[in-house]
């Protein structure tokens, strides 16, 4: 079977955009440093996310079938072999680079349960990493912007400083560094009643008042939104616009940002492939 030129590029106009049954996170990376976003589906049947952003790239996740759910944080100081296998300073999920379990603490986390409302959020539960924030793109309801944009590792609490090398490179959380029942709300103070913020957990709502801090700080801390996109950005201040989008089946960048995304780009890639077989053989 032979196709035109003119039809391939309108399957490829169609093949990049058709992505309407999917949830698509635009995560940047506006740090000094290179990171490596993690992702993981709440539906364990599904395979994880994970890869390298380097300082001003950004990168389009699109949910598969399915997901209806999941994680999304930054490692930091991570060294890959070219077969995906090595270490990362934080947040580090296992040895790999593409993710199957959450990462370890201490790490800032972009939380998402989808539907026809999305519920989201910011957690610090588990320890400060990175400025992270989460920001819906035209939904209807409340649709608040979420997480921390401050960088906490310069005032952590010298008990909970993580450290590397000698350099606090993280915060842990209160219930990592004592695993106590009061601190991590399990035993007798695992409910909204018994489990209360603590002078831990109120320096990282004091930081950042729009992220979780401790496992009930629901009220103050869950966001809802009608199905929608999302910008996910590491170290971007929360009143910042971003400089890329996928939303309503385009690419919107304003400024210039480098761009990549991992469907779509693949999709291309297939297609102009195809381009050129048809080019040698009518040649």
């Given at each position: 079977?032979?196709?035109?030129?003119?039809?391939?590029?309108?399957?490829?106009?169609?093949?990049?955009?058709?992505?309407?049954?999917?949830?698509?996170?635009?995560?940047?990376?506006?740090c000094h440093e290179t990171i490596w976003p993690g992702i993981?589906?709440?539906?364990?049947?599904?395979?994880?996310?994970?890869?390298?952003?380097?300082?001003?790239?950004?990168?389009?996740?699109?949910?598969?079938?399915?997901?209806?759910?999941?994680?999304?944080?930054?490692?930091?100081?991570?060294?890959?072999?070219?077969?995906?296998?090595?270490?990362?300073?934080?947040?580090?999920?296992?040895?790999?680079?593409?993710?199957?379990?959450?990462?370890?603490?201490?790490?800032?986390?972009?939380?998402?349960?989808?539907?026809?409302?999305?519920?989201?959020?910011?957690?610090?539960?588990?320890?400060?990493?990175?400025p992270l924030t989460v920001t819906p793109i035209q939904g209807?309801?409340?649709?608040?912007?979420?997480?921390?944009?401050?960088?906490?590792?310069?005032?952590?609490?010298?008990?909970?400083?993580?450290?590397?090398?000698?350099?606090?490179?993280?915060?842990?959380?209160?219930?990592?560094?004592?695993?106590?029942?009061?601190?991590?709300?399990?035993?007798?103070?695992?409910?909204?009643?018994?489990?209360?913020?603590?002078?831990?957990?109120?320096?990282?709502?004091?930081?950042?008042?729009?992220?979780?801090?401790?496992?009930?700080?629901?009220?103050?801390?869950?966001?809802?939104?009608?199905?929608?996109?999302?910008?996910?950005?590491?170290?971007?201040?929360?009143?910042?616009?971003?400089?890329?989008?996928?939303?309503?089946?385009?690419?919107?960048?304003?400024?210039?940002?480098?761009?990549?995304?991992?469907?779509?780009?693949?999709?291309?890639?297939?297609?102009?492939?195809l381009i050129v077989i048809q080019i040698r053989i009518t040649?």
């Amino acid at each position: 079977m032979h196709f035109s030129i003119q039809t391939i590029l309108l399957i490829i106009l169609a093949s990049g955009v058709n992505l309407s049954n999917s949830i698509n996170f635009t995560i940047v990376n506006n740090c000094h440093e290179t990171i490596w976003p993690g992702i993981t589906p709440t539906n364990t049947t599904l395979s994880g996310g994970g890869f390298t952003l380097k300082p001003g790239e950004t990168a389009v996740y699109s949910t598969p079938q399915g997901w209806g759910g999941g994680r999304i944080w930054g490692r930091t100081g991570c060294n890959f072999d070219k077969n995906g296998n090595g270490t990362c300073q934080t947040g580090a999920c296992g040895s790999t680079l593409t993710c199957t379990t959450p990462g370890t603490p201490p790490t800032s986390i972009a939380q998402f349960t989808l539907g026809i409302v999305t519920f989201y959020d910011v957690s610090l539960v588990d320890g400060f990493n990175l400025p992270l924030t989460v920001t819906p793109i035209q939904g209807k309801g409340d649709c608040s912007v979420a997480g921390c944009n401050a960088d906490l590792t310069g005032n952590c609490p010298p008990e909970l400083a993580f450290r590397s090398s000698g350099k606090i490179v993280a915060c842990r959380s209160a219930c990592n560094v004592f695993d106590s029942d009061q601190y991590c709300c399990k035993g007798t103070y695992d409910s909204p009643v018994t489990c209360v913020p603590t002078n831990y957990s109120d320096f990282f709502k004091t930081a950042c008042p729009m992220a979780y801090s401790y496992a009930y700080d629901d009220p103050t801390s869950i966001i809802t939104c009608s199905t929608t996109d999302f910008v996910v950005a590491f170290c971007a201040p929360r009143n910042e616009t971003q400089p890329c989008s996928y939303h309503d089946n385009k690419l919107i960048c304003n400024g210039s940002t480098r761009s990549k995304s991992m469907s779509y780009l693949w999709t291309v890639f297939v297609l102009l492939l195809l381009i050129v077989i048809q080019i040698r053989i009518t040649s």
